[in-house]
């Protein structure tokens, strides 16, 4: 019974933070990285760490669940980076697209 609490509480984190996400790309792509593009490379660089930020951390949260002892059960945790790694390859994405 418990194991279902704890399954049902990530759900919810994961829901929230995909959704958290979904609003500030379109706040980023609106309002944020289009003022940084008027100053040069500036949303480039920003989208670029959002995206290895997120990358480093799939990593190893990927090295630690394969090769640490303590960590093969916990490999519902993948998601949360993950889903990070994917935002910031959104940002880079839009933020390549922008011609300024």
């Given at each position: 019974?418990?194991n279902?609490?704890?399954?049902?509480?990530?759900?919810?984190?994961?829901?929230?933070?995909?959704?958290?996400?979904?609003?500030?790309?379109?706040?980023?792509?609106?309002?944020?990285?289009?003022?940084?593009?008027?100053?040069?490379?500036?949303?480039?660089?920003?989208?670029?760490?959002?995206?290895?930020i997120?990358?480093?951390?799939?990593?190893?949260?990927?090295?630690?669940?394969?090769?640490?002892?303590?960590?093969?059960?916990?490999?519902?945790?993948?998601?949360?980076?993950?889903?990070?790694?994917?935002?910031?390859?959104?940002?880079?994405?839009?933020?390549?697209?922008?011609?300024?």
């Amino acid at each position: 019974m418990e194991n279902k609490k704890k399954l049902s509480k990530f759900s919810k984190a994961v829901i929230v933070e995909i959704m958290v996400l979904c609003v500030l790309t379109v706040v980023l792509r609106i309002w944020v990285l289009p003022y940084l593009a008027h100053g040069g490379m500036l949303h480039v660089a920003l989208s670029t760490h959002v995206f290895m930020i997120g990358l480093t951390a799939t990593a190893f949260t990927l090295f630690a669940v394969f090769f640490k002892r303590g960590w093969r059960g916990h490999k519902k945790y993948i998601l949360i980076p993950g889903i990070f790694t994917v935002f910031g390859y959104i940002l880079l994405a839009l933020a390549n697209e922008m011609n300024f």
